[in-house]
Protein backbone atom coordinates (compact mmCIF):
# COMPACT_ATOMS: atom_id res chain seq x y z
CA UNK A 1 0.00 0.00 0.00
CA UNK A 2 0.64 3.58 -0.50
CA UNK A 3 1.20 4.51 3.35
CA UNK A 4 3.72 1.91 4.01
CA UNK A 5 5.89 3.29 1.16
CA UNK A 6 6.16 6.62 3.32
CA UNK A 7 9.29 6.56 5.63
CA UNK A 8 8.69 7.53 9.21
CA UNK A 9 11.34 9.92 8.81
CA UNK A 10 10.34 11.50 5.64
CA UNK A 11 7.36 12.60 7.71
CA UNK A 12 9.19 14.02 10.44
CA UNK A 13 10.76 16.16 8.01
CA UNK A 14 7.98 17.40 6.59
CA UNK A 15 6.24 18.05 9.63
CA UNK A 16 8.46 19.85 11.16
CA UNK A 17 8.92 22.08 8.12
CA UNK A 18 5.24 22.56 7.89
CA UNK A 19 5.27 23.32 11.85
CA UNK A 20 8.96 26.40 11.26
CA UNK A 21 7.11 27.92 8.50
CA UNK A 22 4.16 28.53 10.11
CA UNK A 23 6.11 30.29 12.68
CA UNK A 24 7.98 32.59 10.16
CA UNK A 25 4.58 33.91 9.24
CA UNK A 26 3.42 34.26 12.35
CA UNK A 27 6.52 36.81 13.67
CA UNK A 28 6.42 38.36 10.35
CA UNK A 29 2.77 39.60 10.58
CA UNK A 30 3.31 40.10 14.55
CA UNK A 31 6.07 42.44 13.66
CA UNK A 32 3.95 44.39 11.12
CA UNK A 33 1.03 45.23 12.62
CA UNK A 34 2.83 46.11 15.97
CA UNK A 35 4.93 48.79 13.75
CA UNK A 36 1.76 49.96 11.98
CA UNK A 37 0.01 50.46 15.32
CA UNK A 38 2.81 52.77 16.31
CA UNK A 39 2.05 56.43 16.17
CA UNK A 40 2.92 58.65 13.37
CA UNK A 41 5.23 61.13 16.44
CA UNK A 42 6.46 58.06 17.60
CA UNK A 43 7.99 56.77 14.64
CA UNK A 44 9.28 60.22 13.94
CA UNK A 45 10.48 60.88 17.28
CA UNK A 46 14.36 60.23 16.31
CA UNK A 47 14.53 62.38 13.67
CA UNK A 48 16.62 65.45 14.30
CA UNK A 49 14.88 68.19 14.83
CA UNK A 50 15.90 71.09 11.76
CA UNK A 51 16.64 73.75 14.30
CA UNK A 52 19.73 70.91 15.56
CA UNK A 53 21.07 70.77 12.20
CA UNK A 54 21.16 74.61 11.41
CA UNK A 55 24.59 75.88 11.72
CA UNK A 56 25.42 79.90 12.21
CA UNK A 57 25.04 81.57 9.09
CA UNK A 58 27.78 83.29 7.53
CA UNK A 59 25.68 86.57 7.92
CA UNK A 60 25.24 86.27 11.07
CA UNK A 61 28.80 85.71 12.10
CA UNK A 62 30.89 88.08 9.42
CA UNK A 63 32.72 91.74 9.77
CA UNK A 64 30.03 94.23 8.62
CA UNK A 65 30.58 97.60 6.95
CA UNK A 66 28.91 100.99 8.30
CA UNK A 67 27.87 104.10 7.59
CA UNK A 68 27.03 106.36 10.44
CA UNK A 69 27.12 110.03 12.28
CA UNK A 70 28.30 111.13 15.29
CA UNK A 71 30.45 113.84 17.42
CA UNK A 72 34.35 114.46 17.54
CA UNK A 73 36.03 115.15 20.88
CA UNK A 74 38.77 117.63 20.44
CA UNK A 75 41.62 116.42 22.97
CA UNK A 76 44.61 118.72 21.84
CA UNK A 77 46.05 120.58 18.98
CA UNK A 78 44.18 123.42 16.62
CA UNK A 79 45.34 122.64 12.86
CA UNK A 80 42.08 121.48 12.55
CA UNK A 81 38.42 120.36 13.55
CA UNK A 82 40.14 117.02 14.63
CA UNK A 83 41.78 118.82 17.55
CA UNK A 84 38.95 121.37 18.15
CA UNK A 85 35.74 119.28 18.00
CA UNK A 86 32.78 118.93 15.92
CA UNK A 87 30.18 117.09 13.72
CA UNK A 88 31.41 113.56 12.35
CA UNK A 89 30.85 111.57 9.35
CA UNK A 90 32.30 107.69 9.46
CA UNK A 91 32.47 104.83 7.38
CA UNK A 92 34.05 101.34 7.46
CA UNK A 93 34.69 99.46 4.43
CA UNK A 94 35.21 95.46 5.59
CA UNK A 95 37.51 93.80 2.82
CA UNK A 96 38.50 90.36 5.59
CA UNK A 97 37.52 89.46 8.81
CA UNK A 98 40.70 90.82 10.16
CA UNK A 99 41.20 93.34 7.56
CA UNK A 100 39.37 96.97 7.15
CA UNK A 101 38.65 100.88 6.08
CA UNK A 102 37.74 103.30 8.27
CA UNK A 103 37.16 106.22 7.22
CA UNK A 104 36.47 109.95 9.31
CA UNK A 105 35.37 113.63 8.25
CA UNK A 106 35.11 116.20 10.97
CA UNK A 107 33.41 119.22 9.98
CA UNK A 108 31.34 122.13 11.38
CA UNK A 109 33.97 122.85 14.16
CA UNK A 110 35.69 125.69 15.38
CA UNK A 111 39.27 124.18 13.23
CA UNK A 112 39.58 123.35 9.66
CA UNK A 113 37.68 120.54 8.37
CA UNK A 114 39.57 117.44 8.17
CA UNK A 115 39.44 113.90 6.74
CA UNK A 116 41.34 110.44 7.14
CA UNK A 117 41.39 106.93 5.63
CA UNK A 118 42.76 104.26 8.04
CA UNK A 119 43.95 101.16 6.94
CA UNK A 120 43.12 99.38 10.08
CA UNK A 121 43.48 95.88 11.04
CA UNK A 122 40.32 94.15 13.40
CA UNK A 123 40.44 91.62 16.32
CA UNK A 124 36.91 90.16 16.68
CA UNK A 125 35.67 88.91 19.67
CA UNK A 126 33.05 86.25 19.48
CA UNK A 127 30.32 84.38 21.61
CA UNK A 128 31.14 80.86 21.90
CA UNK A 129 28.11 79.39 21.31
CA UNK A 130 26.70 81.43 18.70
CA UNK A 131 29.74 82.76 16.77
CA UNK A 132 28.26 86.34 16.99
CA UNK A 133 30.50 89.34 17.40
CA UNK A 134 30.42 90.68 20.41
CA UNK A 135 33.31 93.44 20.11
CA UNK A 136 35.76 94.47 17.63
CA UNK A 137 39.15 96.40 18.50
CA UNK A 138 40.83 98.15 15.78
CA UNK A 139 44.14 99.97 14.99
CA UNK A 140 45.67 101.46 12.64
CA UNK A 141 47.08 104.56 10.40
CA UNK A 142 46.67 106.16 7.11
CA UNK A 143 46.74 109.86 6.28
CA UNK A 144 44.27 112.59 7.12
CA UNK A 145 43.55 115.79 4.41
CA UNK A 146 43.06 119.11 5.48
CA UNK A 147 42.34 122.04 3.12
CA UNK A 148 44.47 125.13 4.52
CA UNK A 149 45.76 127.07 1.55
CA UNK A 150 45.67 124.24 -0.61
CA UNK A 151 44.87 120.63 0.59
CA UNK A 152 47.08 119.29 3.02
CA UNK A 153 48.34 115.83 3.57
CA UNK A 154 49.77 114.41 6.72
CA UNK A 155 50.08 111.02 8.74
CA UNK A 156 47.38 109.58 10.48
CA UNK A 157 47.06 107.34 13.59
CA UNK A 158 43.61 105.14 14.79
CA UNK A 159 42.04 102.63 17.26
CA UNK A 160 39.35 102.30 19.02
CA UNK A 161 36.15 99.16 19.22
CA UNK A 162 33.12 98.68 16.94
CA UNK A 163 30.41 97.50 19.31
CA UNK A 164 27.35 95.66 17.25
CA UNK A 165 24.51 97.10 19.72
CA UNK A 166 21.69 95.06 17.10
CA UNK A 167 21.74 93.49 13.01
CA UNK A 168 21.98 96.77 11.61
CA UNK A 169 23.27 99.11 13.91
CA UNK A 170 26.96 99.23 15.34
CA UNK A 171 28.24 101.80 18.22
CA UNK A 172 32.22 103.43 18.10
CA UNK A 173 34.52 104.61 19.95
CA UNK A 174 37.41 105.95 18.20
CA UNK A 175 40.75 107.53 18.97
CA UNK A 176 42.62 109.60 16.45
CA UNK A 177 45.53 111.47 15.84
CA UNK A 178 46.89 113.32 12.88
CA UNK A 179 50.42 114.35 12.87
CA UNK A 180 51.06 117.65 11.03
CA UNK A 181 54.65 117.95 9.88
CA UNK A 182 54.61 121.37 11.02
CA UNK A 183 51.89 121.86 13.67
CA UNK A 184 50.97 120.26 17.00
CA UNK A 185 49.13 117.11 16.58
CA UNK A 186 45.76 117.25 16.59
CA UNK A 187 44.09 114.42 18.59
CA UNK A 188 40.39 113.42 18.98
CA UNK A 189 37.95 111.34 20.11
CA UNK A 190 35.15 110.20 18.49
CA UNK A 191 31.87 108.47 19.37
CA UNK A 192 29.01 107.84 17.03
CA UNK A 193 26.23 105.17 15.89
CA UNK A 194 26.25 103.88 12.47
CA UNK A 195 23.98 101.71 10.07
CA UNK A 196 25.77 98.04 9.46
CA UNK A 197 25.18 96.49 5.61
Same mark, same amino acid.
Given at each position: ????? /??? &? ?7 ? %? ?5 ? *?? =?? $?????? !? ?20 ? %? %? $? ?11 ? &? ?5 ? @??? *???? +? !??? !?????? @? ?7 ? @????? @? +??? &? ?17 ? /????? !?? +? ?9 ? *? ?20 ? =???? *? ?17 ? &??
Amino acid at each position: MIYKS /IQP &SRISVLVIS %TILTGSI *LL =VQ $ESQSQT !FSQLPVDKILQSKPKESELKEP %T %T $EAIRQRSYIGVGG &SIGLSGS @TSA *LGTG +G !FSL !FSKTVF @TDNLSMHNN @TVIFG @T +GIS &SSSSNLTVDFPIRDANSQQ /IIVSP !FI +GGGVMFRNENG *LKIAPHVTGGVDVPLSRNITGT =VQLN *LGLPSDRKADTGLLLGVGY &SF
